[in-house]
């Protein structure tokens, strides 16, 4: 993990102080709503249906046990004891009072967690691969640049009103586990000559009512040149990202207006003239967080198995180990996944209780770290091979054992009607009923990487355009009504999928889905992907399964 | 309030809590949906713009008039999805933890 300093400490302390102070001048009637709300959205505090809503940044989905414990503290000190895992690896608490928000940002603050640009046009939390630093197919290590560009973008005068808030993610490895082709920048790192890094970055992607795969916009940049880069796409943006109509904002209209060589050659002319030597310390600062990533002490000759016998005889555990535990680089480890998706269970949602379990964990068996992943998972990302009955044992006290990673029933749903205000549909209980039917399939089937999104509208918050199974929920009349499409990919091959027919009442979601999965069962080829499937037999005959 | 709904509410959020209240024949704010004023469409409008004063006295956020319709005379009825999730709370099946409603 990164290890905070000072200058941190201070800035999240004051920007606390600072609220505090603007909360007062609210209730106290100094400032209007409209003037208050602004400052409430740059501090994460939104207004949903049911109450406020907090958003706490998770900078790269980086957590630490201390850090987790907190998060269950405030969840029950002064929330309903639970809090929600968002697809952009925060937190959400959905019951905060204003008059008490002052005091979480200062419990946050505590532990140097903050709400800062978690909301606003402005540049977001930057996410990345959960098992960054640990993959072991990862060609370099995404958090030292994630640390460069969540310095870089903190308070940046000059990107704090953009047209649109903006989104990055970087990954470090060939295969694409942060989905950088739908943000608006999505960073790939590579390994170059002499132990340099180089980065590719992508252009334009997104989702909501315009879904665009990011356009491969520059190649293999040096650390040295990437942020002075990074900040004249972002002026050029500033400058003529259009602000007429929020529904045009967003850099992937800017891209498909004006055209990728247009708008390579303004990045370019912009560039050059950026003065450098406001940037000459680069090279050093990335050098410097690379030495501050507080590294595990990894066992150098670990034991690789248990021997105890119980963990051969407990086929739950086997299961487990087999769709939730992915490879580690270093020998002898594991990357745990820890599924907050039990069937007909709430998505991202976790205790308290089971928060502070979990952080336990990971201070007894993962080096007191812990990751949030953007399909609304934790991770345990260093567990010695012989720990990993012991982590499952525990994970089953608390409920949160269960095997369905990458299988339909590990489902993202975002907070739909049930909490946004902004929702057309509910998304929650949708998932809750799919995951209780689908879950009973999954466990008979050999099934590999099938994912189902669930967005409450158009915005897309849960990626439905690029999930093998998306599922988007409208209203029609004044009756709930979801659209279904099939198709996507949100990896390196990100594909946006394809709507195959009329959508379906709340009611009959469950059954269209395991009848998709039947489907897909039934005529796949080998190792072939849903997506495969459908890409080589296109949308009627699943049409046909689903409506026929 | 459309020509649909018999009757509306107003409802807005507590500016300190951000709950969900109520505007009551009292001219007062209630957490209570039971404490809420049946409102005709005569008289919509005119409390509509007296409960707007408690927005600028900063005690409620937003107060709107939300179509309600009072089925065999007694039983209240929100004319949209949107509201009754509003007013009940969440939907969540079951849930995976506990106080998830409005009222917990
Ligand atoms: S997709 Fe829509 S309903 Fe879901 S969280 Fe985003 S804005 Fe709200």
């Known amino acids: 993990m990164y290890r905070y300093d000072e200058l941190d400490q201070s800035l999240v302390e004051q920007r606390s102080a600072e609220f505090r102070s603007q909360v007062e001048r609210r209730l106290a009637g100094k400032i209007s709503e409209a003037e208050f709300k602004p400052l409430r959205l740059m501090n994460g505090l939104y207004l949903q249906l049911h109450a406020y809503m907090l958003r706490v940044a998770i900078p790269y989905g980086v957590l630490s046990s201390k850090q987790m414990t907190k998060l269950a503290d405030i969840a029950d000190k002064y929330d309903k004891g639970y809090g929600h895992f968002t697809t952009r690896q925060n937190i959400q608490y959905n019951w905060p009072k204003l008059i008490e928000t002052p005091d979480i940002l200062d419990e946050l603050a505590s532990v140097q967690m903050h709400a800062i640009q978690t909301s606003g046009n402005c540049i977001r939390n930057v996410t990345t691969d959960p098992f960054a630093g640990v993959a072991a197919d990862e060609e370099v290590d995404p958090r030292p640049l994630c640390e460069l560009l969540r310095q870089w973008s903190t308070l940046h005068p000059e990107f704090a009103y953009l047209p649109r808030k903006f989104k990055f993610a970087v990954t470090g490895s060939a295969v694409d586990r942060a989905a950088i082709k739908v943000h608006d920048i999505g960073l790939r790192l590579k390994s170059g000559p002499n132990n340099t890094v180089l980065t590719d970055i992508w252009v334009g992607g997104g989702q909501g009512r315009t879904p665009k795969i990011a356009q491969f916009f520059k190649s293999a940049l040096p650390i040295r040149d990437l942020l002075p880069y990074l900040e004249a796409i972002m002026r050029v943006y500033n400058r003529y990202g259009r602000r007429d109509n929020k529904y045009k904002a967003r850099i992937k209209i800017l891209l498909a207006e004006t055209g990728l060589e247009t708008l390579q050659q303004q990045v370019e002319t912009e560039y050059e003239s950026i003065d450098r030597t406001a940037f000459e310390f680069i090279e050093s600062e990335y050098a410097r967080i690379v030495g501050s990533l507080i590294q595990p002490e990894y066992l150098a000759t670990p034991e690789t198995s248990t021997s105890d016998a119980s963990t051969q005889s407990s086929p739950d555990f086997k299961a487990w180990r087999q769709q939730n535990v992915k490879p580690h680089k270093q020998p002898g480890y594991s990357i745990a996944v820890v599924s907050l998706k039990p069937a007909g269970g709430i998505p991202g949602d976790a205790t308290s209780d089971q928060m502070r379990a979990i952080a336990d964990i990971a201070k007894q068996y993962s080096c007191s770290e812990l990751r949030v992943t953007h399909r609304q998972n934790l991770i345990l990302p260093n567990v010695l091979e012989s720990d990993l009955f012991k982590v499952w044992e525990s994970l089953v006290k608390i409920d949160l054992a269960e095997a369905n990673i990458d299988l339909p029933s590990d489902i993202i749903a975002c907070p739909g009607l049930d909490y946004c205000a902004l929702a057309t549909a509910r998304s929650i209980p949708i998932a809750q009923s799919v995951s209780k039917k689908i879950r009973a399939t999954e466990k008979k089937t050999d099934l590999k990487g099938v994912s189902v999104n669930i967005s409450g509208c158009i915005n897309a918050c849960a990626h439905h355009h690029v999930a093998n199974i998306g599922v988007l929920g409208l209203n029609k009349g004044g009756v709930e009504n979801y659209q279904l499409t099939l198709g996507g990919r949100n990896d390196q091959n990100a594909s946006i999928g394809q709507r195959i027919g009329p959508g379906v009442a709340a009611d009959d979601v469950p059954q269209a889905i395991e009848r998709i999965v039947n489907f897909y069962v039934d005529v796949r080829k080998s190792d072939e992907s849903l997506s495969d499937t459908f890409d080589r037999v296109g949308k009627e005959p699943f049409k046909e399964a689903v409506y026929g | ?104």
Do not use: C
């Open chain 2, 1 to 104: 309030m459309s020509s649909k709904a018999t009757h509306a509410i107003i409802i807005a959020n507590d500016l300190r809590t951000g709950r969900i209240v109520y505007f009551t024949n009292a001219s007062d704010w209630s957490e209570s949906v039971q404490d809420a004023e049946l409102l005709s469409s005569d008289s919509a409008q005119e409390r509509l713009a007296i409960a707007a004063i408690d927005e600028t006295n900063n005690l409620v956020i937003d107060p709107n008039l939300v179509d309600a319709n009072v089925n065999a005379g007694t039983e209240l009825q929100l004319a949209e999805i949107r509201e009754q999730i509003r007013v009940s709370g969440p939907t969540i099946l079951g849930s995976n933890h506990a106080a998830t409603s409005q009222a917990a």
